[in-house]
């Protein structure tokens, strides 16, 4: 099961991912674990702590404030690739269509329960030691929602084109392509519907309030002008738009990383105080994980079944790389030419189709090389902390990522809220010994916190403790 976060400036990207049983690698004799897809979740969990956590300090890691594509940016899609590819393997032991729909439908329920207690506001952890949502501010959008909806799809198109899997398919990667052809149908309806809207919807004016307390202008009424149609700026935008009108913009995210562009900040890439002359739409709520965007991403999920099946279907190592290599690169170079030529930008937020061919090509691209160096030169050990964390996913995600436990901690304090151990540890023993805030929060996020409950994983998995979704 797996989870994931981003930011630290933008505390959007969280998010979660689950599997029923460890992945197994097929094999003529007995089926062994596929312990590279353990270290590629595990270090996806990782990448989600340390830009969340460290992103602030190091924007290059952090979400890119509008186009573009930096380190936090490839964690929600990393994710979603991972869930793709878990499901034929996870999916194949079910015999029972029936069974199987219900257990993809009840994971689907749970994912949903988590994203909204843990997105949606209830928890205030780690720095505000408060708890509880105001249901008309609740944010329903979310990492775990997002990946809820591309979980239930390709899961469901999974469970009902299943019929010809009985052969043993062999060595065409086009062959793998026509087996699944309702796959590829549905991401085809998928990327209609979407480029449909985005760039044929139109967005007329609208205005907000801002309901941000910590806000310079909270309490104002602003307007943003727009009238236009298959515009990808941040206030005219379709994503935006349906977004407003079907959740309500005061259920949206209120802090989203575009706060930091250059139009908006005088500090950008760094967090700061708004420009005096930035427009209205610097101050109104963007939900990077809406509902045309999240319809987009279920694109990635599709992509990582492939490599499912491809894992599943052939046999030998060296055909599976020419698949996933070939197919990596081919996704890689579409959306840089895409990016590049100005035709469609990279943009995470709005998930555009080079963002979608660029993230999944660097996951196949990834995955291959954990796939090289793991289960075929046999480097696993070198990976251990990572295939720790990748099997207990969901507690890493929650304990760590989502801050409960830091909540916790900064629950005992003495005397002053921010007099706490944790304080204690990332001032006195990271900031003021490297002289550099900078640093010090790095070294803090690396060895505090992924490193510390790289550990604590490891000790659950020697007691065979697991929480799985």
């Given at each position: 099961m797996e989870e994931i976060k981003a930011d630290t400036t933008d505390h959007h990207h969280r998010l979660d991912v689950s599997e029923e049983k460890p992945p197994l690698l097929l094999t003529t004799s007995k089926p062994k674990r596929v312990a590279s897809l353990d270290i590629f979740r595990g270090l996806t969990v990782v990448l989600m702590i340390l830009v969340?956590?460290?992103?602030?300090?190091?924007?290059?890691?952090?979400?890119?404030?509008?186009?573009?594509?930096?380190?936090?940016?490839?964690?929600?899609?990393?994710?979603?690739?991972?869930?793709?590819?878990?499901?034929?393997?996870?999916?194949?032991?079910?015999?029972?269509?029936?069974?199987?729909?219900?257990?993809?439908?009840?994971?689907?329920?749970?994912?949903?329960?988590?994203?909204?207690?843990?997105?949606?506001?209830f928890s205030h952890a780690p720095d505000e030691l408060?708890?509880?949502?105001?249901?008309?501010?609740?944010?329903?959008?979310?990492?775990?929602?997002?990946?809820?909806?591309?979980?239930?799809?390709v899961s469901l198109v999974e469970i009902f084109s299943r019929d010809a899997e009985a052969k043993d398919l062999a060595?065409?990667?086009?062959?793998?392509?026509?087996?699944?052809?309702?796959?590829?149908?549905?991401?085809?309806?998928?990327l209609i519907v979407y480029f449909a809207i985005l760039y044929a919807a139109y967005v007329p004016?609208?205005?907000?309030?801002?309901?941000?307390?910590?806000?310079?202008?909270?309490?104002?009424?602003?307007?943003?002008?727009c009238g236009v149609r298959g515009k990808l700026d941040p206030p005219c935008?379709?994503?935006?738009?349906?977004?407003?009108?079907?959740?309500?913009?005061?259920?949206?995210?209120?802090?989203?990383?575009?706060?930091?562009?250059?139009?908006?900040?005088?500090?950008?890439?760094?967090?700061?105080?708004?420009?005096?002359?930035?427009?209205?739409?610097?101050?109104?709520?963007?939900?990077?994980?809406g509902i045309l965007s999240s319809i987009s991403a279920i694109l990635s999920s599709i992509i990582g079944v492939h490599f499912g099946h491809v894992l599943v279907h052939l046999k030998d190592h060296s055909s599976r790389l020419k698949h996933w290599l070939s197919m990596g690169f081919v996704l890689l170079i579409v959306g840089i030419l895409l990016h590049f030529t100005h035709a469609i930008p990279l943009n995470k937020q709005l998930y555009t189709f080079s963002y979608v061919c660029v993230t999944s090509g660097a996951a196949a691209l990834v995955f291959s090389a954990f796939y090289i160096m793991v289960d075929i030169w046999g480097f696993k050990?070198?990976?251990?902390?990572?295939?720790?964390?990748g099997m207990n996913a969901m507690f890493v995600y929650v304990m760590a990522?989502?801050?409960?436990?830091?909540?916790?901690?900064?629950?005992?304090?003495?005397?002053?809220?921010?007099?706490?151990?944790?304080?204690?540890?990332?001032?006195?023993?990271?900031?003021?010994?490297?002289?550099?805030?900078?640093?010090?929060?790095?070294?803090?996020?690396?060895?505090?916190e992924i490193l510390f409950w790289a550990i604590v994983a490891g000790i659950l998995h020697r007691l065979g403790i697991y929480w799985k979704l």
């Open positions: 969340d956590d460290a992103g602030g300090q190091w924007p290059v890691i952090g979400h890119a404030p509008w186009n573009g594509c930096n380190l936090a940016d490839f964690v929600m899609p990393f994710f979603l690739f991972i869930v793709g590819m878990a499901v034929p393997l996870a999916l194949k032991r079910m015999a029972s269509k029936h069974m199987a729909v219900k257990k993809v439908i009840i994971r689907t329920f749970k994912l949903l329960f988590w994203g909204v207690l843990l997105q949606g506001g408060t708890y509880g949502v105001d249901m008309k501010h609740i944010r329903w959008c979310g990492i775990l929602q997002r990946i809820a909806l591309a979980y239930l799809v060595t065409s990667q086009f062959s793998i392509l026509k087996l699944y052809s309702w796959h590829w149908l549905v991401g085809a309806i998928v004016d609208w205005k907000f309030i801002v309901h941000d307390k910590d806000s310079v202008a909270y309490g104002k009424t602003f307007t943003v002008a935008n379709a994503v935006g738009y349906i977004d407003r009108e079907v959740l309500g913009i005061n259920h949206m995210y209120k802090r989203p990383a575009w706060r930091r562009s250059e139009a908006c900040n005088e500090n950008s890439p760094y967090q700061g105080p708004f420009r005096k002359d930035a427009p209205s739409w610097c101050y109104a709520p963007f939900e990077p994980e050990y070198l990976f251990m902390p990572l295939k720790w964390i990522a989502a801050g409960i436990f830091a909540g916790f901690i900064n629950g005992w304090y003495y005397g002053d809220p921010h007099n706490t151990l944790i304080y204690w540890i990332k001032k006195h023993i990271f900031i003021n010994v490297w002289h550099s805030t900078r640093v010090g929060i790095l070294l803090y996020v690396i060895f505090a």
